[in-house]
């Protein structure tokens, strides 16, 4: 479990107990309870299978896919995976792939619905680049109608492993990826996704011997 979590946690626990002794209402001391069990449940962290296969490109996060398309960028053609997370999913983030963090940028902005194409420009957000020495991924941490703190814990020079829990988006929110041209879709609109260990794409040309 993320810590954030038992912060909320223990804060609504005390004002349960607060409520009680000053009350002694049940249906009071319920409220603050429900949600400390919400907060709980919400900062869950579960562990994941990741992927060992080179060239393989996993989701920084959980939820669906709202979309894949080609965009173009300063760096040439990239295809763009968007990964909606609603406030039920998992929402610590992971990386894509394994390298050196080569940009970690950080963008105020406004908070739209994520699951807004504009989103993915107008609002705050985290852009990160890894360099796994063969070719280049980026992805952004994108902030939604209720997700009001992006966390992000790299900085330029690290060095990342696949799946590696990077930060996390609190509350709905949206992680777009952008995939170098040549490589290999592996999901499709409406496919839910695990971070860390659901495949997004592949690079053909590293998993040729």
Request: hydrophobic residues 45%.
């Amino acid at each position: 479990m993320v810590r954030d979590g038992f912060f909320y946690g223990l804060a609504l626990f005390t004002v349960a107990a607060i409520v009680w002794v000053f009350t002694h209402m049940a249906w009071l001391v319920a409220i603050p309870v429900l949600l400390a069990v919400f907060f709980l449940w919400f900062f869950r962290d579960p562990s994941r299978v990741i992927p060992a296969e080179p060239g393989v490109i996993v989701s920084p996060g959980d939820g669906k896919v709202d979309g894949a398309e080609w965009i173009e960028t300063t760096a040439g053609s990239r295809l763009r995976v968007s990964v909606f997370l609603n406030v039920f999913d998992v929402h610590v983030n992971r990386c894509p792939v394994g390298g050196t963090v080569t940009l970690v940028e950080q963008r105020s902005g406004q908070f739209l619905n994520a699951m807004k194409e504009e989103s993915a420009v107008l609002n705050e957000q985290t852009l990160i680049t890894i360099d796994t020495g063969e070719y280049c991924v980026s992805f952004k941490q994108i902030a939604g109608l209720l997700a009001r703190r992006i966390v992000c814990n790299l900085k330029a020079g690290d060095h990342v492993e696949r799946g590696q829990r990077m930060g996390l988006i609190k509350f709905g929110s949206r992680v777009d990826v952008l995939l170098p041209a040549e490589a290999e879709l592996r999901v499709k609109a409406g496919d839910r996704v695990k971070g860390g260990s659901s495949i997004l794409g592949v690079m053909p040309s590293v998993r040729k011997p």
